[in-house]
């Protein structure tokens, strides 16, 4: 099979893969020096594509042949679809060219599993290493991980990649089991423990070698099982505390022709995934919980965001008086982010805030308005106005999602 053929079969094989970002890579830079690329710590989240639209990130999987056959995925052992496999020559080569094409920054790569998780985790390594070390590349290397592999394999991808990941798919062991039964939660759970061992060792001793300087990530699929955006966010809660990830990707599951009868046969809302990224940003970067955001089971709603399904929620908080509040709860007010909310607190250590302050910082007025009180405004009706009435006044109207196979929702 030609090269460019491989690229096209692999390079849509890698684009249900959402954990692709680099933020949080070290900067690096080969200028005045041996080698050649760099990283400029801004994330980087696209691929190159076979239709030859220039690129950040080349997205590819090392093959799409693989031993599993976990139900969700287009590329399980019994899928009806082309198959490809990467020498690891061919990956470098199309790294060092496609960089000095100026087409990319940097290298994403995965992979079906085959032959043996060491086995695939050996090639992934072999790359990455090459990479370094024969070529002295200096750009960005997003490794995703075998979680059955040696961990002395984990331990060598984390010598020579910017971040790795380690892919949990379902946020409950029981569809793990039953959507993936080749796989093991526990299992999975090692692997992340052991990469943030290895985080926590580098970071006791700045000296020791470098190990994964952007750290690791996760994804987990949208939809592909009965499991609610609140046990999403919680499994989420659980994944940031107990093994320190930057991140965790979402997403939508995504049915294809023929797909085994225990999945889905439509995709759900890609509101959802939208939500739930707004969501997890809320817990990453605001301190919310997940039982804050969702106190009991169910979905997060899809036609207003989740801070301000938070606030029509607890109205107890509001109206808030911005020249008295702290910056934390300041920056619950939807509409204020938390550099206005810093901004804010700044601002009074000079005068009281006033209306035409949120004007200039360019908050969302119309969101912001029912929920504050400044020197010289207060709400209509003090405040009172039923959170029915604001819902509905402040719901977003998305375009309606088109089908991408409308005979197989149809069947």
């Given amino acids: 099979m030609e090269l460019m053929d491989k690229l096209e079969i692999l390079a849509d094989a890698a684009k249900y893969d959402a954990s692709c970002a680099s933020s949080g890579a070290p900067r690096r830079s080969s200028e005045g020096k041996d080698g050649i690329g760099a990283t400029n710590g801004m994330g980087i989240c696209h691929s190159y594509t076979p239709d030859g639209r220039c690129v950040s990130l080349l997205k590819i999987l090392l093959t799409n042949f693989c031993v599993y056959d976990c139900q969700y995925c287009v590329n ?19 790294t060092i060219d496609f960089y000095l094409r100026n087409y990319i920054d940097g290298l994403f790569l995965s992979s079906g599993i085959i ?17 370094r070390e024969v070529h002295n590349f200096r750009g960005y290397i997003h490794l995703k991980t075998i979680p059955d592999a040696d961990p002395l394999l984990i331990a060598a991808a984390g010598k020579y990649a910017d971040r790795l990941s380690v892919n949990i798919e379902l946020p409950t062991e029981g569809s793990i089991t039953r959507l993936a ?24 001793e700045p000296g020791s070698p470098k190990f994964a300087p952007a750290g690791q990530s996760t994804q987990m699929i949208v939809g592909a099982d009965a499991s609610d955006d609140q046990t999403i966010l919680t499994t989420a809660q659980t994944l940031y505390g107990s093994y320190k990830l930057k991140r965790v990707y979402y997403s939508a599951f995504s049915p294809i022709p023929q797909s085994p009868g225990t999945v889905p046969l439509a995709p759900p809302p890609m509101q959802r995934e939208h939500r ?4 997890d940003f809320l817990m990453r970067g605001y301190g919310f919980k997940a039982g804050e955001l969702l106190p009991a089971a169910g979905n997060l709603a899809l036609d207003i965001d989740p801070k301000l399904a938070w ?8 109206p808030l008086d911005l020249n008295m509040a702290d910056e934390t709860m300041i920056a619950r ?9 810093k901004r804010l607190v700044e601002l009074r250590r000079l005068r009281r805030i006033r209306y035409a302050d949120l004007t ?19 709400p209509a009706g003090g405040g009172t106005i039923a959170s029915e009435v604001l819902r509905r006044s402040m719901a977003e109207h998305s375009p309606k999602q088109l089908d991408l196979w409308t005979e197989l929702q149809a069947a």
């Fill in 181 to 204: 039964p080749e796989k093991s939660v526990h299992t999975i759970k090692l692997a992340m423990g052991n990469i943030r061992r290895k985080l926590d060792e580098k970071a006791a």
């Fill in 76 to 94: 399980r052992r019994t899928s009806n679809v082309p198959r490809a496999r990467f020498a690891v020559d061919e990956v470098v080569k199309l």
């Fill in 276 to 279: 739930l990224y707004q969501a």
């Fill in 115 to 131: 032959q043996s998780a060491d086995y695939t985790m050996e090639q992934l390594v072999a790359i990455a290493r090459e990479l």
């Fill in 360 to 378: 200039r910082l360019r908050c969302s007025m119309k969101k912001i308005a029912p929920f504050i009180v400044t020197a010289d405004y207060r």
């Fill in 311 to 318: 606030a029509l929620a607890h109205r107890e908080h509001f």
């Fill in 333 to 341: 007010v939807p509409g204020i982010g938390l550099r206005n909310a």
